[in-house]
């Protein structure tokens, strides 16, 4: 049973367009929230985060928004480079908890030149 | 180093062989978590060790798993007569207090192949 979840495997975009990457969530006891991006062979980077307390959390290309009432959250990437193509997982910790990651299976951002 | 580094990157093993990966987390980092991440799924925890505390060994999938940690310093993860759904990558992670609210940073990850 899956609490967080990524249902688009996969995404393709053209470069300088704008990649809106979605990530819905069960557990209205997530507090916490966490973009890793992961390219092949190596470990998850992370991204950007946002506590439940925001709507809204910007850093230069990326902008992650959460909605609490439908649990659902999606990372903005704007505008898209290359080299942004990877595989972005969506993660959830829980309020209270020692902060293990719940992750999504991820979605392949393939970034078209 | 700067970062977590985990040790083998690779690791081809037989069905039934134990194996022992090893993980250095970030220096300073009083938390440290596993991961697992089956081909094309997302990442399953399964160990978190926080200071001198009990770990939270609750991810683990069998007894066939176990990990010890020597203080705040190594982390060594043993999988005891392997089987070939263990094959998996295996991803260390480590964070300054181990806090809900704090960011996690991973290593490389070993890739395990169990014939």
């Known amino acids: 049973d899956q609490q967080v979840k990524q249902n688009s495997p996969s995404l393709s975009v053209q470069e300088g367009r704008i990649s809106i990457l979605n990530c819905d969530y069960t557990?209205?006891?997530?507090?916490?929230f966490l973009w890793y991006k992961k390219y092949p062979a190596e470990g998850p980077t992370f991204l950007i985060s946002?506590?439940?307390?925001?709507d809204k959390n910007e850093d230069g290309r990326f902008t992650v928004f959460l909605n609490k009432s439908a649990k659902h959250l999606s990372l903005h990437i704007v505008p898209s480079q290359p080299g942004d193509s990877a595989v972005y997982f969506c993660?959830?910790?829980?309020?209270?908890?020692?902060?293990?990651?719940?992750f999504g299976k991820g979605t392949k951002l393939s970034v078209k030149p | 180093g700067a970062g977590v580094s985990q040790s083998p990157s690779n690791k081809v093993t037989e069905k039934g062989k134990d194996v022992e990966l090893r993980c250095d987390p970030i220096?300073?980092?009083?938390?440290l978590y596993w991961y697992r991440q089956r081909l094309g799924q997302g990442l399953e925890f399964l160990i978190y060790?926080?200071?001198?505390?009990?770990?939270?060994k609750s991810g683990l999938p069998s007894d066939r798993f176990s990990a010890e940690r020597t203080g705040e310093s190594v982390s060594t993860l043993t999988i005891q007569r392997t089987q070939q759904e263990d094959s998996a990558v295996y991803l260390c992670?480590?964070?300054?207090?181990?806090?809900?609210?704090?960011?996690?940073?991973f290593g490389p990850g070993t890739r395990l192949l169990v014939l």
């Open positions: 060790f926080q200071g001198n505390s009990a770990p939270d």
């Open positions: 993660a959830a910790s829980e309020e209270g908890s020692q902060g293990n990651l719940i």
């Open positions: 946002i506590s439940s307390i925001k």
């Open positions: 992670a480590s964070s300054p207090s181990g806090r809900s609210l704090e960011t996690q940073y």
């Open positions: 220096s300073g980092h009083t938390a």
């Open positions: 557990n209205s006891m997530f507090d916490y």
